[in-house]
């Protein structure tokens, strides 16, 4: 069971801008498929977006689509969500997840019913104010 450690959240007005960051010591982090995904106030767990393995595909849900980037840097083991123009509806935990099939990705309307949360950290808190 590899662990995965996210920190970065916070509470920040509406408009402004939070990175979040995950990592692991996992060895083969590099070879996953990487996503975020994120729990609002009494509702589901939803996601976010995803990472292949080489960082050169994304993909986003729509509601954060052109706000927030997803990016990674396997050499230092690390996953990020750089989140701009927060809304008070970004507020939620959010979760970084690993897919530990090595090397895939899929096409854009296939990835979140393909992605297999193989792996989950422990969240982090992420409050957006009106």
């Known amino acids: 069971q590899i662990r995965l450690l996210e920190s970065g959240g916070g509470l920040i007005q509406a408009g402004g801008s939070l990175r979040l960051s995950c990592t692991s010591s996992?060895?083969?982090?590099?070879?996953?498929?990487l996503a975020w995904f994120r729990q609002p106030p009494r509702k589901d767990r939803e996601f976010v977006a995803a990472i292949r393995w080489s960082g050169e595909n994304t993909h986003y849900a729509d509601s954060v689509q052109g706000r927030f980037t997803i990016s990674r840097d396997n050499a230092k083991n690390t996953l990020y969500l750089e989140m701009n123009n927060l809304k008070p509806e970004d507020t939620a935990v959010y979760y970084c997840?690993?897919?530990?099939?090595?090397?895939?990705?899929?096409?854009?309307?296939?990835?979140?019913?393909?992605?297999?949360?193989?792996?989950w950290g422990q969240g982090t808190q992420v409050t957006v104010s009106s």
């Open positions: 996992d060895r083969a982090f590099d070879t996953y498929t």
């Open positions: 997840a690993a897919d530990r099939r090595t090397g895939i990705w899929w096409r854009d309307a296939e990835v979140i019913a393909r992605f297999r949360a193989d792996y």
